[in-house]
């Protein structure tokens, strides 16, 4: 299709295990690079009894201070496969932060994120 935008997908994740009370973060991810409409949307397979919040970090520098934004773009998310959209602020270098919020541990996360 002509005039059709590329869709970047990253898988961050493949069978993570996340404890009661604790979080993963994923690596930096670059966003200088990639051409895009602003469109971004995580997909996450859960399994496991727990629930997850997912939240985007930011930072200037791929290895600075990364600065977590204060509304989770998914919340209390139980086991299940789910797509998430969200609206990040324009930064260089992004983090994908889940955290498993005090219920049961989750036994496997596979976490992608689209760019597009």
Known sequence: MQGARKVTTMKLWTAQAISKNASK????IDLRQLINNHKFSCHAIIAG??????????????D?????DSTLIADD?????????FDPVLAPFIKIKVTENNTNPI?????????G
Do not use: H, R
């Open 25 to 28: 973060t994923s690596p930096a």
């Open 49 to 62: 009894t727990g629930q997850v919040d997912i939240a985007v970090q930011y930072c200037s520098t791929v």
């Open 64 to 68: 600075g201070t990364y600065i977590e």
């Open 77 to 85: 998310q139980a086991a299940g496969s789910i797509f998430v959209s």
């Open 107 to 115: 036994t496997s996360l596979d976490l992608w994120l689209n760019i």
